[in-house]
Structure formats: structure tokens, C-alpha cells
């Protein structure tokens, strides 16, 4: 089989490029850069890409996924991320390309995990299985796009005030999404230490603190 | 904020001998003389003789208690109620020693065996007050310094890797880099030498590299920029504090008045006319500190207006108690301005300063924020505008950075743990070394040019998307601000061209008039069915200021996206 890796983080990128050599997968080329994964996958032509979700400002893995997919239409894609729910990255994700695969970093417990994944994705593409359901975290799947939204700028430290500002809504709406937050995740304990738990909760979800 | 401390006036921080002696010097003349006659100045002398003698045997006292059951205080505290006592003997021995003295030694006049055992008493209470007050403020007084010297403490802990105050942009930027680049080559020397590394050493070492460089740097830059941390010295905290101080003081203020007037008032006028005057005077009192408080409360304070204010009501307090004693009660009594003006002055400083002291000790140890950074917030946003640049670069550091470090470090032992990974080679590591960690961008905000931020923006989406276009924008001095904003319009554009129209190709132009940079975006992709409003159409307000507008072209042919944005410019060049 053979892939192209893209990740922005030099060390995930060269670990993971092991782990899967290992595994007897030939890793055609590995990059950060959107622009370079797709220039050598039109040269390559790899069967898959294992894609990380959050590629820094500009297009993220998504949006990479449907460029390769509009090149290489049979390509398999398996985006590896640490955000459980993409929406915690950019709320206005789209629906994965056909046959995608959503896998999250701290569930993959194994790397022949990514492999079997991998194949599959490559089998689902070019099969006519559709796949339009947006991935949602079953966690998240009461969650709406508003919450999720003030979620993330709340672990981004800011005040109701601020939240209230960027989201264009009043400091009560922004009051009240935190509070189905705090009573969706049951968050107990004083008003400072629930904004904390639900920063925490963010930032668990989107692969930056370990669960539990 | 509940402050949990429990309150031990008899504890390490009890009235020591030495504060109480700073005290004593003020009963000699803090209490006036108001015998029922009118004294001659020789006489008025005597008084402050007997006074001072009476202090002095107080004093000893004192220091008798210092030595002996007060002496292991600090490990074995002794109960409140023998502070409160200790207060009461020291004012009754001060009292009837001062009237002994004055009757027997100087035979002053007026002064009787009923005047000594009324003044006891009276000095007794007054005693009990005044220790109790010294002692409350002093033990606060310790439980700030306490904490100061805690936090002085973690702070000297960080010294080793800050850097030094003072520094302009340009210095602290290189300081930045040259540190970075250190850190960069030991990292490089550490692993050189081997020829694998073990994926849980590199984490390790990234970690150090972030809670031991990075976020130093931003601690000091963030205490360099002032902010929400910013600096006010103890006495002018305290004196900033006094207007919030009045309404929790007013117990005091009207105890004190009253101890200190009551053998006055009933010598003076019987009991009760006496009565009337003392009720009249602590109205007075307490309508003046309601008055001070009004002042305050409308006024900016600031130390001046404060001592100002505090120094005017109490003149306002002395002449009025003047006009009471002279003309309503037509007292025979000698009124003396200077002492009750003294005394005035005296206990609305000591009764404020006091609860000044506690508030703020709850401030300091709980959050500074809430009330006082909140009261005084012009003051700090002036100090925040100023150092915005630091605190930019301090969050980049903070946040950006040091979390991209802390990340890595993480995925890097849960891959490794996970996917039970062999060991890195070192010519990754070492790669590393080459890895731009690119400063500039994100601190030098005002350098940013138009022209940059859209070469980066197309860079970005150029492989996914045919981009075109034409700009005719000033040559330069475009609020960063507005390139800023530009960059995320053009950014959100495209990608909303890519994701939501399936857009192969776009052409998007830009030009700058005197006041207005005009841009419009056309794709081939997909008609807009519905346009719902979301963080796209936010962003297009927020940096339009509303003035922006999407439509499909007819015959399905694409969108069409334009936008007008203000700005200053200067003349136009042509770049493409």
C-alpha cells in the first residue's frame, strides 16, 4: 500500500512515518504543507492519505481530503486527529468525501489499527458505500454549532463579554449556552471552576490533555 | 471572597511593645483637657506634663506584658479577650495616672476623686478600642506580608530565566531568538551523540524546553508590559482603598466618638444634655463620613483628592462641633479647635486606614481583580494599550508556542506508548534544529503588508483551488489592523468558495481608492441556495463595518463576493 502522510507536526509526522513503515506500508511522501501533498500525490499517485485534521491557518484536512479526491478520485483517506468532534477545529466542517475514515489519535490504540483503517478507505472509495453523515462525536451529538463555538473560546480564555462580541449575541445568550454546557457535561463545583472544566473538556476532546 | 483566616489578635502578630509605644505619644493629646473651668495656659501645660507621665507609666506597663505573658506569643498565642483586657488596663492606667498627677502634683483645679474614676473608666475604653484596632490592623498588616513574601518567593524562583526589564522590542526579540537558538543547539548536542533516541526523552525534553524556557519568557514579558499585575505602591493602595473603607468603619468611627466624648459631654453638660451633645457629635461625624463618601465616590480617586477631602471634612467636623459646643449649648467650656481638629483628622485615618488594610488584604490574597483592578480600570487599560506588543508576544509565547511544544510532547509519548514505536532517529531530531520557529510575523504586527498576507493566503490554497487576480492597493502605511482583517476576509472567502461551492477556479481583485480598499471575488462554483448567517458573515460585518455583499451569477455560472473596506492609503501602485 501505498500513502501519503500529511501532518504538521515534524515529530507525530516522522513517528508515525516509522510506525508505519514498519507495517510494510510505503510512505510515498510525508509534508505539512497542503500544497506540497497535493503536487507529489498528482505526481505519485498513492492508494491512500492519512491525513492530520488541524494543518494551521488555511485549508485543514477536510478540505485537503476533497482536493486530493477531485485529483485522484479513488483515493482512500483516513484523517487521523486529536479532536474527538471536528467541529471543535472549524464549526463549518463539511460532510467527510466518500468512504472516508474519521479516526481519533487516543482512541488508536494500535498502529495495525491505521492499517486496517487505511484499507478500508480505499475499499469504501471505491466502492459506492456514500457516506454524507457529518462526523459527530456521539458526546457532542446534543451539542449545537453555538455551543461548540462558545466552548472554544471559553478554553480560549475569553470573557462572556468577549464570546458575546465575536459570536455577534448578547453576554445572556452567551450565558446561558454555558450553562446547558455545564449541565450537558454535569459539571459541578463554584463558577470559575466550571468554566475550568469545561476548558478541560475542550481541551481533552481535541487531543491537547489526555481523557480521564 | 470569604477569607478563611481566623482572626487572632493575640497571636505572632499581637500589639507589640514597640507599636504600642508609637501609639501612646497620641493620648497625650488625644484626649483634651475639659475640666469644668477655664484653664490658663500654664495649667494647659501641666496637663500635657501629668499626660506624658501617665504615658510613660502605660508604657512600662506595656513592656512589662511584652515580657512576660505575651512573651511566647508567636508559639503559645494568648486568648483575644486578654488583648481587649491588656487595652483596658493600659488606658486606665494611663487615665488615672494622667488626673493623680494633675490634682495632687500640679493642683490643677476642677479635678476630683468622682473626675479620676469617671476618667478610669473613660481611658479604659478608649484604651480597649484603640489596642483592639492596632492589633486587628497589625495582624493584617502580617497576613499581607505573608503573602507577599510567598509569592515574592515563587517569583525569585523564575529569576535565573528572566530577562532583563527594561528591554525595547527590537532587544527583547533578539534576547528571544539567541535563547531559542540554545536551546535549539543543546538540543541538537544532546542527542548528536547517539544514534537512536527513545521517543519519551525527546517529550521530556520538549516539555523542559516549554515550562522552563518559554514560559519564563512570557511570565517576565507579561510583568514587563505592567497589565493586570501592574504595581501600586502599599500606602497609595491603602489610600485608594479608604472611600471603600468608610461604611465598614462607621462602627468604629462612632465607638470612637463616643469614648472619646462621653466624660466630655456628661462633665460638661450633665447627663442629659450631655447626651443630646454626644448624639449630636456622632451624627455629625457620621454624616461627614457619608459626605466623604458621596465626594469620593463621583470623583477619580487618586491620593490627593483623598487626603484632600478627608482633611477638609474633618476641619468641617471640628468648627461645626465648635458651633455646637459655643452657640447651641453655650457651653462655658473652652472650645480648643487645634486638638479636636488633631483628633478628628486622627481616627478617620486610623479607623479607615484600618479597614483599608483588611480590604485589602482580602483583595491581594483572593483576587486582585474583582474590585480593585475593576475600579481602576481606565487607569490599567491605558497600561495595557501601551504594552499591547508585549502582551501579544507574551501570549504567542505562552500560548502559541509553548502549547505547540507541550503538544508535541504529548502526542509524542501517546504515540509511542500506544503504537509501542522503536526508538527516533537522531537525523530527525536533528532536522529539528532547522525548524523556524518564526517570531516576526506575530509580534511586529504593524510590519505586516497587504501584499505578504495575500502570497500567504494564496500559497495556502492555491493547490486546491485556480486563483487569479489583480491588486491595486496603496503602497503602504495600511493599518495593520485592516491587513489583519483582510488576510481572514480573503482566507474566508476561499474557503468558503472551496467548501460550500465546489470552486475550481476564482479570480478576486483589489483596489485601493483615498479612503476604501474595494475587493470582489468571483468563483465558479456552486449557486448559494440559502445563505445562512454564521462566523463567515460575522467576519464580513466585522471587517466591512456591513458593507459587503454576496449574489449568485445568473445562468448558474458562479458567486460573486464584494466587499468595501475603509482605510487610509497612500497613492496608488499596480501590483499583480
Known amino acids: 500500500m501505498r500513502i501519503v502522510l500529511v501532518e504538521d507536526e515534524v515529530f507525530t509526522r516522522s513517528t508515525m512515518k516509522a510506525a508505519l513503515q514498519l507495517q510494510g506500508i510505503e510512505v510515498v511522501h510525508d509534508t505539512g504543507s497542503v500544497g506540497s501533498a497535493m503536487k507529489i500525490a498528482e505526481i505519485t499517485k498513492p492508494d491512500a492519505a492519512l491525513l492530520d485534521l488541524d494543518l494551521g491557518g488555511g485549508p485543514n484536512g477536510i478540505d485537503l481530503a476533497f482536493g486530493l479526491r477531485r485529483i485522484l478520485p479513488k483515493i482512500g483517506i483516513v484523517l487521523l486527529t486529536g479532536f474527538s468532534d471536528p467541529r471543535l477545529l472549524d464549526i463549518k466542517v463539511l460532510n467527510l468525501p466518500t468512504g472516508s475514515r474519521y479516526l481519533v489519535k487516543h482512541r488508536v490504540h494500535d498502529v495495525e489499527i491505521l492499517v486496517s483503517e487505511l484499507a478500508k478507505s480505499i475499499h469504501l472509495s471505491s466502492g459506492s458505500k456514500p457516506n454524507n453523515e457529518k462526523v459527530l462525536n456521539p458526546e457532542f451529538k446534543k451539542i449545537s454549532d453555538a455551543q461548540i463555538e462558545t466552548l472554544k473560546y471559553l478554553a480560549q480564555g475569553l470573557s462572556n463579554g468577549e464570546i458575546a462580541r465575536l459570536r455577534c449575541v448578547s453576554e445572556k445568550s452567551v450565558e446561558q449556552a454555558i450553562s446547558r454546557l455545564v449541565s450537558y457535561f454535569k459539571i459541578e463545583g463554584g463558577t470559575h471552576n466550571k468554566r475550568v472544566g469545561l476548558s478541560r473538556i475542550y481541551f481533552q476532546q481535541s487531543g491537547s490533555l489526555p481523557n480521564g | ?576
Not at chain 2, 465607638?255 to 460638661?268: D, F, G, Q, Y
Not at chain 2, 485615618?349 to 488594610?357: I, M, N
Request: glycine share 6%; proline share 3%; charged share 20%.
Open chain 2, 1 to 576: 471572597m470569604v477569607n478563611t483566616t481566623k482572626l487572632n489578635l493575640g497571636g505572632a502578630h499581637a500589639i507589640s511593645y514597640k507599636l504600642g509605644f508609637g501609639l501612646l505619644p497620641f493620648l497625650i493629646f488625644g484626649v483634651p483637657l475639659t475640666i469644668n473651668h477655664k484653664i490658663s495656659n500654664l495649667e494647659f501645660l501641666q496637663w500635657c506634663w501629668a499626660a506624658a507621665i501617665g504615658t510613660l507609666l502605660a508604657a512600662i506597663f506595656l513592656l512589662i506584658c511584652d515580657k512576660t505573658f505575651l512573651k511566647n506569643r508567636r508559639t503559645k498565642p494568648v486568648p483575644n479577650s486578654w488583648i481587649f483586657a491588656l487595652g483596658a488596663a493600659l488606658g486606665a492606667i494611663k487615665g488615672s495616672s494622667t488626673e493623680i498627677i494633675a490634682s495632687s502634683w500640679f493642683h490643677i483645679a476642677g479635678l476630683s476623686y468622682k473626675s479620676i474614676v469617671v476618667r478610669t473608666l473613660n481611658s479604659s475604653v478608649l484604651g480597649l478600642l484603640m489596642i483592639s484596632l492596632l492589633s486587628y490592623v497589625n495582624f493584617w498588616w502580617h497576613s499581607i506580608r505573608n503573602v507577599r513574601e510567598e509569592l515574592a518567593q515563587d517569583l525569585r524562583n523564575f529569576e535565573s530565566t528572566f530577562l532583563p526589564l527594561n528591554m525595547g522590542d527590537d532587544q527583547l526579540l533578539r534576547e528571544i531568538e539567541e535563547r531559542l537558538a540554545d536551546a535549539k543547539s543543546a538540543f541538537v548536542t544532546k542527542f548528536t551523540g547517539q544514534e537512536v533516541t527513545q521517543p519519551l526523552e525527546v517529550a521530556k525534553y520538549l516539555r523542559r524546553m516549554a515550562q522552563e524556557l518559554i514560559r519564563p519568557m512570557s511570565h517576565k514579558i507579561n510583568e514587563r508590559s505592567g497589565g493586570r499585575f501592574k504595581k501600586t505602591h502599599f500606602i497609595r493602595q491603602l489610600l485608594l482603598l479608604l472611600p471603600e473603607a468608610i461604611s465598614p468603619s462607621l462602627p468604629w468611627l462612632v465607638a470612637l466618638c463616643i469614648a472619646t466624648n462621653l466624660r466630655i459631654a456628661v462633665e460638661s453638660y450633665g447627663v442629659w444634655k450631655g447626651s443630646v451633645f454626644l448624639v449630636s457629635v456622632s451624627g455629625l461625624l457620621l454624616l461627614i463620613a457619608q459626605g466623604i463618601k458621596v465626594t469620593l465616590k463621583n470623583l477619580k480617586p487618586n491620593w490627593i483628592s483623598i487626603l484632600t477631602i478627608i482633611t477638609v471634612a474633618s476641619l468641617i467636623n471640628t468648627i461645626l462641633a465648635n458651633l455646637i459646643n459655643n452657640f447651641a449649648f453655650q457651653s462655658k467650656n473652652p472650645f480648643n479647635f487645634y486638638l479636636t481638629f488633631f483628633w478628628t483628622i486622627t481616627v478617620f485615618f486610623l479607623v479607615l486606614t484600618a479597614h483599608a488594610a483588611t480590604s485589602l488584604s482580602m483583595l491581594e490574597i483572593a483576587d486582585l481583580e474583582n474590585k480593585y483592578y475593576k475600579k481602576y480600570l481606565d487607569n490599567l487599560k491605558q497600561t495595557l494599550m501601551r504594552n499591547s506588543q508585549d502582551v501579544r508576544l507574551a501570549k504567542f509565547l505562552h500560548g502559541t508556542l509553548s502549547t505547540q511544544l507541550l503538544t508535541s510532547a504529548f502526542r509524542i509519548e501517546n504515540l509511542s506508548k500506544t503504537m509501542n514505536l522503536p526508538a527516533i532517529k537522531n537525523e530527525i531530531l536533528i532536522a529539528e534544529q532547522h525548524m523556524n520557529i518564526d517570531l516576526a510575523p506575530k509580534t511586529h504586527q504593524e510590519d505586516l503588508n497587504l501584499e505578504t498576507v495575500i502570497r500567504d493566503t494564496f500559497y495556502k490554497w492555491g493547490s486546491l483551488m485556480q486563483i487569479s487576480g489583480i491588486f491595486e492597493i496603496g503602497a503602504a502605511e495600511i493599518n495593520s489592523d485592516v491587513v489583519m482583517g483582510m488576510g481572514d476576509l480573503i482566507n474566508e472567502v476561499l474557503s468558503n468558495a472551496h467548501r460550500h461551492g465546489g470552486a475550481s477556479n476564482i479570480d478576486l481583485t483589489l483596489s485601493a481608492t483615498d479612503s476604501h480598499l474595494e475587493f470582489s471575488a468571483i468563483n465558479n462554483g456552486q449557486a448559494i441556495a440559502r445563505f445562512n448567517k454564521g462566523y463567515g458573515s460575522r467576519l464580513f460585518d466585522e471587517v466591512t463595518g456591513n458593507s459587503w455583499n454576496i449574489e449568485n451569477l445568473p445562468d448558474n455560472r458562479g458567486v460573486k463576493f464584494t466587499a468595501r473596506v475603509a482605510v487610509e492609503s497612500t497613492p496608488n501602485r499596480k501590483t499583480n
